[in-house]
């Protein structure tokens, strides 16, 4: 709902942006603590505006395929295997069942434009229904025809969610600006990657290697291991991008899976910043038992994911104070 999204993003941003070692990572590029200041500031300004575009064009998708037919299926990858499969004939029929249901759900949103134009309220609600029906018989088609790529294949993708946009590009953007929007993903995701990368090596190198490893290297062998880590680290992100690909929407997916450690995280931060009279090891046990908790709450989906982020660092915070204070009543027994 709204207050998970408002409460539990806000402390997701909170963390990522706070707290999240890619973005830590550009602060420390400014040549001044003004312009690292500056820059997470930008960050947070330019990332509204960025967010509403991004969901603004998934609204213009959508309203366009309401006036225009979309693909019956817009993985054509799989649509291709299933068209020179034994199943043809009923894909042909399938095909047909959609095109009319399509047809019939336009004049019912054409209705609905002139209701709406006309402000009256009986036949808004009238076409409201009528469009909501002929929606649910264009799912229903949809499911069929997934049930007969499941059939065809076992195997096959049956999830296009991360090809709508694709498909519309392809089919509908002017050639030239087809390539400059490839350039500009290709440019983002250098971008994120690199970051990504030069976080997870450091990360493995200062914390790790030379904490655990080998304490005494050389500025030279350390340089080396940053390298060899950035290869492994590349090698299990290549990995990650095959899985991701099965998991459908991504965005959500990627919000999910922080919230199970980006509340946490934030937690350890400000007991570190605000409530200095607690050790570290009471701060690791805490934040031990928090994030048990809120996998246990996550798996179970108790609460919404976004919540996941307030209850982690809570429970950090809470869980900290209570062991530094057994732990420090222990010691005052043990002086007595």
């Known amino acids: 709902n709204v207050w998970s999204g408002i409460i539990g993003g806000f402390f997701l941003q909170l963390s990522y942006f706070g707290t999240d070692q890619s973005q830590v990572g550009r602060y420390l590029s400014g040549a001044s603590v003004g312009q690292s200041r500056l820059a997470l500031l930008m960050n947070g300004l330019v990332k509204i505006p960025m967010q509403f575009l991004i969901l603004l064009i998934g609204v213009l998708v959508f309203t366009f395929y309401q006036y225009n037919k979309a693909p019956l299926f817009f993985n054509s990858y799989e649509?291709?295997?299933?068209?020179?499969?034994?199943?043809?004939?009923?894909?042909?029929?399938?095909?047909?069942?959609?095109?009319?249901?399509?047809?019939t759900k336009k004049k019912e949103v054409e209705k609905l434009d002139k209701a709406l134009d006309a402000s009256d309220q009986s036949k808004i609600d009238v076409q409201r229904t009528a469009v909501k029906k002929a929606d649910e018989e264009t799912k229903a088609i949809r499911k069929n025809l997934t049930d007969l790529m499941t059939k065809n294949d076992?195997?096959?993708?049956?999830?296009?969610?991360?090809?709508?946009f694709l498909s519309f590009v392809t089919q509908y953007l002017p050639k030239g600006l087809i390539g400059l929007l490839i350039a500009i993903?290709?440019?983002?995701?250098?971008?994120s990657t690199a970051s990504a990368l030069n976080s997870l090596a450091s990360t493995s190198v200062v914390d790790i290697y030379k904490r655990l490893i080998n304490k005494e290297a050389s500025d030279k062998q350390y340089v080396k291991?940053?390298?060899?880590?950035?290869?492994i680290w590349g090698v299990v992100c290549i990995i990650m991008a095959l899985f991701a690909s099965k998991i459908g929407n991504l965005l959500e997916a990627?919000?999910?899976?922080?919230?199970?450690?980006?509340?946490?995280?934030?937690g350890v931060f400000v007991v570190a910043f605000y409530v200095k009279s607690v050790k570290g090891k009471a701060v690791f046990y805490g934040a031990v038992l928090a994030e048990i908790i809120v996998c246990i709450l996550g798996f179970n989906e108790v609460v919404a994911y976004l919540w996941l982020n307030v209850i982690g660092c809570l429970l950090v915070?809470?869980?900290?104070?209570?062991?530094?204070?057994?732990?420090?009543?222990?010691?005052?027994?043990a002086q007595i």
Not at 225 to 231: E, G, I, L, N, P
Not at 254 to 266: A, E, K, M
Not at 317 to 332: C, D, S, T
């Open 79 to 103: 649509l291709n295997k299933l068209e020179k499969s034994e199943y043809k004939a009923e894909l042909d029929k399938i095909q047909l069942n959609y095109n009319q249901a399509f047809a």
């Open 154 to 164: 076992e195997k096959a993708n049956v999830n296009d969610n991360n090809y709508i």
């Open 185 to 191: 993903i290709f440019l983002a995701s250098m971008g």
């Open 225 to 231: 291991a940053s390298r060899w880590s950035t290869v």
């Open 254 to 266: 990627v919000n999910i899976l922080g919230s199970f450690i980006y509340g946490t995280i934030l």
């Open 317 to 333: 915070v809470f869980f900290a104070l209570v062991i530094q204070g057994l732990m420090g009543r222990k010691a005052a027994d």
